[in-house]
Every structure is written in C-alpha cells, then in structure tokens.
C-alpha cells in the first residue's frame, strides 16, 4: 500500500528529531530548518528548479550546498537523502512535523481563535493564558481568525483541543433544548 507524503515527512521529521535529540542539538536543528524554510518559501523558483526533471543533478547539487551551507551535518544529509530519493517536494512537511514535535516537547501549542471580529494583542494574549491554563501547556501562539458565522464569542482550536464558546453554537444548543 503506498503511503501519502505526510506519512513519508513524518517519519523523515521523526528521524532527524530523533538524531537531533541523541546529538543534543534539537535548538540548532530547528534553527536551520526554520531558515530553509524561509528561503524556500520566499523563492518559489528554487522549489520548482530542485523538483524538476529538467533540471540536472549536478546543478541541483550545486543549490542544495549552497542552501545546506550553513547547516549542520545531519541538516545537510537529510537534504541529500530528500534529494536521492527524490523527495524534496516534501521537505516543507517534514520542517513542519519537526517543528510539531520541537512544540510537543517544549509544551508549546498553536492555537486559531475563531471570532466575529478581529482581536487585539491583549485580548489574544489573555486568551492564550486561559488555554494554557485549560491544558497545562507551557505556552500557547494564538493567530486570529475571523468567521462572522460565529455570531460572538470564540472558538479555540488546537491540533487536539476544541473550547467552542461561540454564539452560534450557545444558539443551537438552546434551540435544541426548546425542541426536546
């Protein structure tokens, strides 16, 4: 059975977290994956060079030392195994599960308020206080969304939590208490 690419970046994400741990340099990893990120992600053209058949493999090369340049040994060799195997279209999602298990292991937690309208800096930051408190995670990167749908309220989600305190929700809650 063949696996989908997330399947794949989680256990390449899995590996380098795991030799990053053994190595003691989680932080150090995560840096340079977080600027490759970056880099990949503000030139888009770079992607498409190193993913495509027409280009040569001795050009590609040539990219992927000057993008690994800085990196860690084991930064360097996950790129070239991506590259072997023919997998660098995947690489933003194992710089993703990594950074999923970087947060785990930190206790941080990214969470989307949903709301009605958009919120300031302290209300956002005193809702990332009430989650943290709710899950006894360590901390909390709250982003905003905005959903007029919602009515009022929030609603608070995380990869494994959901708090829905939104209008809309209270409504059908209460309209189906009316109608038995």
Do not use: C, W
């Amino acid at each position: 059975m063949a696996k989908n690419n997330k399947d794949i970046a989680d256990q390449y994400a899995k590996a380098i977290f795991e030799l990053a741990s053994e190595q003691d340099n989680v932080e150090t990893i995560k840096v340079s994956l977080q600027t490759i990120q970056t880099v990949l992600q503000d030139n888009q053209t770079l992607v498409k060079i190193l993913t495509s058949t027409q280009v040569t493999d001795d050009i590609k090369q040539s990219l992927l030392a000057t993008l690994t340049d800085f990196a860690p040994e084991s930064v360097k060799n996950l790129i070239q195994l991506l590259a072997y195997n023919e997998r660098l279209n995947i690489l933003h999602l194992v710089i993703e599960q990594f950074m999923h298990a970087y947060n785990r292991m930190h206790g941080i937690v990214d969470v989307e308020a949903t709301t009605s309208v958009p919120l300031n800096e302290e209300r956002l930051q005193r809702l990332a206080k009430v989650f943290a408190q709710k899950t006894g995670a360590k901390k909390v990167n709250v982003s905003n969304t905005i959903d007029e749908s919602i009515l009022g309220g929030v609603i608070l989600q995380s990869e494994s939590t959901l708090i829905d305190g939104s209008l809309k929700t209270k409504i059908a809650k209460f309209k189906a208490q009316l109608l038995g």
